[in-house]
């Protein structure tokens, strides 16, 4: 069974930046499509970026242009770099396979917007 752990969150400015990141175990990892997933306050757990094991990425529309998604398949981790961050950005984000495969999710890691 893979483990998920995000970390790199915290509490931050409108405007300022963080970087999270996913690290996995078993050597899977490599092979499969990430994704990063955020569950704002009182709303369900949506999709905000892939990454494919050749580094192609997609994003949300709410985050295009803000935010980069990246992977280092020898080091079994994935990042999200977080720019340009508002209020809205504010949630818990996870990590973990596109479309989802079973993982179970980790604890996710709390990043904080204020206006």
């Known amino acids: 069974q893979v483990q998920l752990v995000e970390s790199g969150g915290g509490l931050v400015q409108a405007g300022g930046s963080l970087r999270l990141a996913c690290a996995a175990s078993?050597?899977?990892?490599?092979?499969?499509?990430m994704g990063w997933y955020r569950q704002a306050p009182g709303e369900q757990r949506g999709l905000v970026a892939t990454?494919?094991?050749?580094?192609?990425?997609n994003y949300a529309d709410s985050v295009k242009g803000r935010f980069a998604v990246s992977r280092d398949n020898a080091k079994n981790t994935v990042y999200l770099q977080l720019n340009s961050l508002k209020p809205e950005d504010t949630g818990v984000y996870y990590c973990?396979?596109?479309?989802?495969?079973?993982?179970?999710w980790g604890q996710g890691t709390l990043v904080t917007v204020s206006s």
């Open positions: 990454i494919t094991s050749g580094g192609s990425t």
């Open positions: 078993g050597s899977i990892f490599s092979n499969k499509i």
């Open positions: 973990n396979a596109f479309p989802l495969v079973g993982w179970a």
